[in-house]
Every structure is written in C-alpha cells, then in structure tokens.
C-alpha cells in the first residue's frame, strides 16, 4: 500500500477538522499549508461562545428558505476559510505563499479574504455554487484546483 500524496494527506485532515464543525448545512474544514507544513485550521460555526444554530433550535437561513451560497450575512457561522485566516491572525502567522486545503470551494467573500491574505494555491473536494468566487480568483491569479484522490498505483 503506498503511501497518500501530500494532496490526500491535507485533504484527509480537513476532513477531520470539518468534524468539529457545528453549522447544521454544511461542515467545512480548511487548512493552510507552507512548505508541507501546516499553519493555521478552521471549520464553520459561530464565533467563539455564541450559540450554535442546533442549541437555538435550528438554523435561520434553512427557516428563511434561503438557497445556499446566497444571503450569507444571515448566517450565525464564520466560514472555515475565515476561522484558519483569524487564526493565523490570533497567533501572529503570515499565511503569505500558502496553499489552502478546503472541503468546499470558498464563497465570494471568503476568496476576497484569501486574496489579500496572499494565499497562493487553492485545493476543494467540493464545489459551492458561487461563480463570482471561481471569477475573482482566476483574475488575481490563484491557482485553483479541485482534488482528485489517486489510485493505487499513482501514491509515492
């Protein structure tokens, strides 16, 4: 059995974290990664000490019937790209030259975020239905790339 590429290795953490996530839609994990070491992680849920959505007997924007990748404003829950960002920021880590490793494609607002941030390369398992998102990307020049698990055969 050989061994899991660096991609399927991250991948498999965000995985792990998204497990902490609280948001009844949606578990996003992200992590941010540098020289095949890890920075900073996040996953989505409501900033520290307020209520989770499932606490409060359910989330607004499903009560609202609000599509996803839409009206993102009502959510309670900072996404797991904005958690690893803060983190970083908490701690006093330059995510400057990073790869980000996300269980879903970053929204709109989360890829502005990762562009002044200066993140470099973006690796989803996901998509998420915000074309605006892929749009400014592509425009300011981060690379973005949806993973695909190898076989066998193609592991180190």
Same mark, same amino acid.
């Given at each position: 059995m050989g061994r899991p590429s660096w991609d399927e290795y991250f991948m498999k953490i965000t995985e792990l974290v998204a497990s902490r996530a609280t948001c009844l839609r949606r578990k996003v994990g992200a992590v941010l990664v540098r020289n095949k070491r890890i920075l900073t992680t996040g996953y989505n849920g409501p900033p520290s000490g307020i209520t989770h959505c499932e606490q409060r007997g359910g989330c607004i924007r499903d009560e609202l019937k609000i599509p996803s990748g839409e009206r993102m404003e009502l959510s309670r829950a900072i996404?797991?790209? $904005?958690n690893a960002?803060? $983190?970083a920021a908490k701690v006093g880590i330059s995510i400057e030259e990073s790869t980000l490793y996300v269980t879903t494609h970053p929204c709109f607002t989360c890829s502005k975020m990762l562009i002044n941030?200066?993140?470099k390369k973006i690796i989803y398992k996901e998509g998420y239905p915000d074309s605006f998102a892929m749009e400014i990307l592509k425009e300011a020049g981060v690379l973005v790339v949806q993973f695909k698990e190898l076989s066998e055969n193609e592991r180190d």
């Amino acid at each position: 059995m050989g061994r899991p590429s660096w991609d399927e290795y991250f991948m498999k953490i965000t995985e792990l974290v998204a497990s902490r996530a609280t948001c009844l839609r949606r578990k996003v994990g992200a992590v941010l990664v540098r020289n095949k070491r890890i920075l900073t992680t996040g996953y989505n849920g409501p900033p520290s000490g307020i209520t989770h959505c499932e606490q409060r007997g359910g989330c607004i924007r499903d009560e609202l019937k609000i599509p996803s990748g839409e009206r993102m404003e009502l959510s309670r829950a900072i996404h797991a790209e $904005q958690n690893a960002i803060i $983190q970083a920021a908490k701690v006093g880590i330059s995510i400057e030259e990073s790869t980000l490793y996300v269980t879903t494609h970053p929204c709109f607002t989360c890829s502005k975020m990762l562009i002044n941030a200066g993140v470099k390369k973006i690796i989803y398992k996901e998509g998420y239905p915000d074309s605006f998102a892929m749009e400014i990307l592509k425009e300011a020049g981060v690379l973005v790339v949806q993973f695909k698990e190898l076989s066998e055969n193609e592991r180190d």
